[in-house]
């Protein structure tokens, strides 16, 4: 089947402007993750949705960060009046069950986002 | 709060040689731990996973990991390298916590030298 998918896979923009980045889960998987990649850096952890519970936002850098994720399936993350240090790439991960810490997330193949 | 140390940002092994990439972590509760893989231009997959069952854990392409707790580690191994094993290799932890927030490590890159 379908694994998840990213859009765009790559966006450049000016500093200052507003982006908005896609991810559509594996079908079913009720847990969604984004994550951004820095050079050098892990993975941090930016925001989870699970179901229709309200979403754990505790990893967004700034309120510059938001995310939604609409009829529990494709989820949006923007970036308003971005900076350059949000040069980054941003990963989308699903996972099957609500809960569970064992679950494996999917990851999609990321957006790499370039702030000039 | 949950952490994950990745020694060395970059590993080189020969063909054929044991690859041996280092991962240590800290949990205030029994913690359930990751690998992932990231091949070049691909996303990231689990290569294996620790859920508090056997200590050592066999993955995908010929690599394990063994749970040590008394060492709060959980290296990666795998006896002979292979030059399609060059990638990104990432340790993770979760505490469980009623949801899966995982912590990431920062990534070892792995370096298959012919």
């Known amino acids: 089947g379908a694994g998840v998918s990213q859009s765009p896979s790559n966006k450049v923009t000016e500093k200052g402007k507003d982006v908005e980045l896609r991810c559509d889960p594996i079908?079913?998987?009720?847990?969604l993750y984004w994550y951004r990649q820095s050079l050098g850096q892990g993975l941090e952890f930016l925001i989870y949705?699970?179901?229709?519970?309200?979403?754990?936002k505790s990893g967004l850098p700034s309120d510059r960060f938001s995310a939604e994720r609409t009829g529990g399936s494709v989820s949006t993350l923007t970036i308003q009046r971005t900076q350059q240090e949000d040069s980054a790439v941003y990963l989308c991960a699903s996972s099957p069950r609500p809960s569970g810490a064992t679950d494996t997330q999917y990851f999609g193949p990321g957006t790499r986002l370039t702030v000039l | 709060a949950q952490s994950v140390t990745q020694l060395g940002s970059h590993v080189s092994v020969s063909e054929g040689a044991l690859v041996l990439l280092r991962c240590n972590y800290s949990s205030s509760v029994p913690p359930y731990l990751f690998w992932y893989v990231q091949y070049p231009n691909q996303g990231l997959q689990l290569l294996l996973k620790y859920t508090s069952a056997a200590t050592l854990v066999k993955g995908i392409n010929g690599f394990e990991a063994e749970f040590k707790k008394s060492e709060t580690s959980f290296h990666l191994t795998k006896p002979s390298a292979h030059m399609s094993d060059a990638a990104e290799y990432f340790c993770a932890v979760s505490d469980g916590g009623g949801y899966q927030k995982v912590t990431f490590g920062t990534g070892t890159k792995l370096q298959v030298i012919p």
């Open positions: 079908s079913g998987h009720t847990a």
């Open positions: 949705f699970q179901g229709n519970s309200a979403p754990d």
